[in-house]
T-cell receptor
């Protein structure tokens, strides 16, 4: 069964450092999402791509976060500089088309010290 | 998207049916009810969704009341591996409205032997 791949699974970084996460969606899925999940809360959407275009980045803290999906396949989420409050699980999801069910990867757990 | 209300936690016995309620009294006519679950340290997993008819798949059944103001997810024979946080989400599934999933607090289900 096809799955969404994410790496790394765990990342520890010091505040003010840069960090990047990678996501490879299920093959053929045009829509890709990045969510952030703070411990004890539900995931919250950061950014949504349709192919290589950003559809929704209204909740992305653009002063420090950036996301790209250059060829419309895999995607990278970057934080620079990282802050203590960025400690969370970062989840990637994909769907075949907009509106269909989303499939999530295992996530990257970020700890900022 | 309409807001949902779920009990924060519930226990159920292994082998018995688990009935998870969700209230969505402000749901609109074009909004679907989606259920996802999140097992500890994993990404959310799609379970089932429906508009107004009851739905069943290999994982669960979804019962939506006639007025669509509430629904129940039924796990017919709960196993220990069904221990997870279950999220009830209401959203419009079309391109114009966007496709983000708005997660609430969910119900933490503990299946006991």
């Amino acid at each position: 069964e096809a799955e969404v791949a994410q790496s790394p699974r765990y990342k520890i970084t010091e505040k003010s450092q840069a960090v990047a996460f990678w996501c490879d969606p299920i093959s053929g899925h045009a829509t890709l999402y990045w969510y952030r999940q703070i411990l004890g809360q539900g995931p919250e959407l950061l950014v949504q791509f349709q192919d290589e275009s950003v559809v929704d980045d209204s909740q992305l803290p653009k002063d420090r976060f950036s996301a790209e999906r250059l060829k419309g396949v895999d995607s990278t989420l970057k934080i620079q500089p990282a802050e203590l409050g960025d400690s969370a699980m970062y989840l990637c999801a994909s769907s075949l088309i907009e509106g269909s069910e989303q499939y999530f990867g295992p996530g990257t757990r970020l700890t900022v010290t | 998207d309409a807001k949902t209300t779920q009990p924060p936690s519930m226990d159920c016995a292994e082998g018995r049916a688990a009935n998870l309620p969700c209230n969505h009294s402000t749901i609109s006519g074009n909004e679907y009810v989606y259920w996802y679950r999140q097992i500890h340290s994993q990404g959310p997993q799609y379970i089932i969704h429906g508009l107004k008819n009851n739905e069943t798949n290999e994982m669960a059944s979804l019962i939506i009341t006639e007025d669509r103001k509430s629904s129940t997810l039924i796990l017919p024979h709960a196993t220990l591996r069904d221990t997870a946080v279950y999220y009830c989400i209401v959203r419009v599934a079309n391109r114009a409205a966007g496709n983000k999933l708005t997660f609430g607090g969910g119900t933490r289900v503990l299946v006991k032997p």
